[in-house]
């Protein structure tokens, strides 16, 4: 135990996939203590390599099956699994409406679009994407928003919510 060299058993146990840091203390005269901290899955990020599970970092969390982590949101889109943390801190919010979230895309750097469970796409806003998906909980729980036939709602105009029907509407008396 004396000549254990405690950098190295560090440096081994921080290369497995789920450990974020560990720290090794020499116990005497029993053994060895490694304290961990894991790593906090959070997505799965859709790269040019496949997916891949984040953590809270963004960053990738090597040696893990994908299958166990279907239950995670799928972020795309360039740079976003370095945002991934906080817009999903904002989903999260609003607990009702976040279960049936299953993607997100980072569109241009700058805003993220929201996919739910039955295809709908809610565009927020760039600013204040908090009060976009507030207002839209809000309206939601009044309104039943996201059990409608709509495949878009669009916050991106702020004090507006812009709804795409899944199907066009027909004028009255028309035949088609």
Do not use: C
């Amino acid at each position: 135990m004396i000549t254990s060299d405690l950098n190295q058993i560090r440096d081994n146990v921080e290369a497995l996939g789920w450990v974020q840091a560990a720290r090794v203390e020499r116990h005497f005269p029993k053994g060895l203590v490694i304290h961990l901290e894991e790593r906090q899955a959070l997505a799965l990020y859709q790269s040019a390599e496949g997916h891949q599970v984040i953590d809270t970092n963004g960053e990738v969390i090597q040696g893990v099956k994908i299958e166990d982590f279907r239950h995670l949101p799928v972020i795309s889109g360039t740079k976003a699994e370095t945002k991934a943390r906080g817009i999903i801190a904002i989903l999260e919010t609003e607990a009702d409406l976040y279960n049936e979230v299953w993607s997100l895309a980072y569109r241009s750097e700058r805003r993220w679009d929201v996919y739910l469970g039955d295809n709908i796409r809610i565009m927020l806003p760039e600013k204040d994407p908090l009060s976009a998906w507030q207002k839209l909980a809000k309206m939601d729980r009044q309104h039943k928003l996201t059990q409608r036939n709509t495949v878009d709602i669009d916050l991106r105009v702020p004090g507006q919510i812009i709804i795409k029907p899944d199907q066009p509407i027909k004028p009255k008396g028309s035949q088609t």
